[in-house]
C-alpha cells in the first residue's frame, strides 16, 4: 500500500532507515577526519581533496535531516518544490563533486608512490583555493542548471497546494537531452572507476614482483593496499547505482509510455514502471555510503586518533 508521499511502506522503512544511518555515522567521519587534519601541516594535495571531500560531505549531510523527516512522515513534502529540488539536487552533486575528488585524489597517491622523492604540494593556501573553486564551479556549474529544471510541470501543477510528493522528477527524461546526459556522466564514472581499477591492479602485481616474500613488511604494499580498499569504496558507493541508472533511463519509454501516445498503459506496466523508480532512489541512497570513507581509508590512522584522546582501546 501506497504512502501519501507515493512509496510504499517497504520502500518508505529502507530509505528511512538508510539515510539515518548515513547521517549519524557521516557525521562521525567528518568531526574524525576534521581532527586529523589539524595535525597536518603540509598542504599537500591529499590534504587538499581530503578537505574539500569533508565539505562535499558537510554540505550534503546538513540536508539528510529532511528526507529523514519526509520518509518518517506521513505527509508530503510541506516545505515547497523549490527546497524539494535543491535537496535532490544536493545528492546528485555530492556525487559527482566526491568522485572527481576520489580520482584526483587516487591520481596524485600513484605519482607520489611511483616518484617517492618528490611529494606534491601547494606552495600557496591561494593555489589550493582557486583549484578547489575551479572543480566546484564546473561541476555545480553544470549539475545545478540540468536539475533545476526538473520538476516543472509537476511544480506547476502542484503550486497551489500545501505538501505534495517530493524527488519524483522521472518526467524530466522525456527530454532526450536529459537522457543523453545520464547515459554520458553513468558512463564515464563507470570507465573512469575501471581505468583506475586497472592501474591499482598493475601497481599491486608490480609491488609483490618487487619484493616477493617480504611485500608484506614494505610500506609501499600497505600504501597500495590502502589505495585498494579506497578504490573499492568509491566502487560500492558508486558503480551500482550508476549501473541501475543506465538500465533506468533505458526502459523508462518501454514501461511508462512515449509522450503523445493514445495507447492506455498496462497496469502491470505501471506498477513495473514505480516499482524500478523506487528502485532506483534506494540505490541512489547508497551513494551516500562514500560519507564513511575516510574511515575506512584512513582506518588506523583513525585508531591512533581514537586511542590519543583515550576513548577507548583500539585494536
Known amino acids: ?49 581530503v578537505i574539500n571531500l569533508i565539505a562535499v560531505h558537510s554540505f550534503f549531510l546538513l540536508t539528510v535531516p529532511f528526507r529523514i523527516y519526509y520518509y518518517a512522515s506521513n505527509t508530503g513534502w510541506p516545505l515547497g518544490s523549490d527546497f524539494c529540488k535543491f535537496v535532490s539536487l544536493m545528492i546528485h552533486a555530492h556525487i559527482y563533486l566526491a568522485f572527481i575528488f576520489y580520482v584526483s585524489l587516487l591520481i596524485v597517491r600513484y605519482v607520489e608512490l611511483s616518484n617517492q622523492r618528490h611529494k606534491l604540494e601547494f606552495h600557496r593556501t591561494l593555489h589550493a583555493t582557486i583549484a578547489s573553486a575551479t572543480v566546484w564551479l564546473i561541476i555545480c556549474g553544470s549539475v545545478f542548471p540540468t536539475i533545476s529544471n526538473y520538476g516543472n510541470n509537476q511544480n506547476n501543477r502542484d503550486k497551489h497546494t500545501d505538501s505534495t510528493p517530493c524527488f ?110 523506487h528502485i532506483n532512489e534506494v540505490f541512489l541512497a547508497v551513494t551516500a555510503f562514500s560519507c564513511f570513507d575516510m574511515i575506512v581509508f584512513a582506518g588506523r590512522d583513525v585508531c591512533k586518533l581514537i586511542n590519543s584522546r583515550g576513548w577507548f582501546n583500539c585494536l
Open 168 to 277: 519524483h522528477f522521472r518526467k524530466a527524461l522525456d527530454d532526450h537531452r536529459v537522457k543523453t546526459l545520464n547515459y554520458v556522466l553513468c558512463t564515464l564514472v563507470i570507465l573512469v572507476w575501471s581505468v583506475l581499477a586497472f592501474f591499482q591492479v598493475y601497481f599491486l602485481i608490480k609491488v609483490i614482483k618487487a619484493f616477493g616474500k617480504a611485500t608484506c613488511q614494505r610500506q609501499e604494499f600497505w600504501a597500495q593496499l590502502k589505495n585498494s580498499v579506497f578504490l573499492l569504496v568509491v566502487f560500492f558507493s558508486f558503480v551500482p547505482y550508476q549501473g541501475f541508472r543506465v538500465y533506468y533511463v533505458s526502459v523508462y519509454d518501454n514501461t511508462t509510455g512515449i509522450p503523445n501516445t493514445t495507447e492506455i498503459p498496462n497496469t502491470k506496466e505501471i506498477r513495473s514502471t514505480e516499482e524500478i523508480h
Open 1 to 49: 500500500m501506497a504512502n501519501p508521499n507515493g512509496l510504499p511502506k517497504d520502500f518508505k522503512t529502507a530509505l528511512l532507515v538508510l539515510y539515518i544511518f548515513i547521517f549519524i555515522f557521516g557525521t562521525l567521519n567528518v568531526v574524525l577526519m576534521s581532527c586529523m587534519l589539524q595535525s597536518q601541516r603540509h598542504l599537500s594535495f591529499t590534504k587538499v581533496s
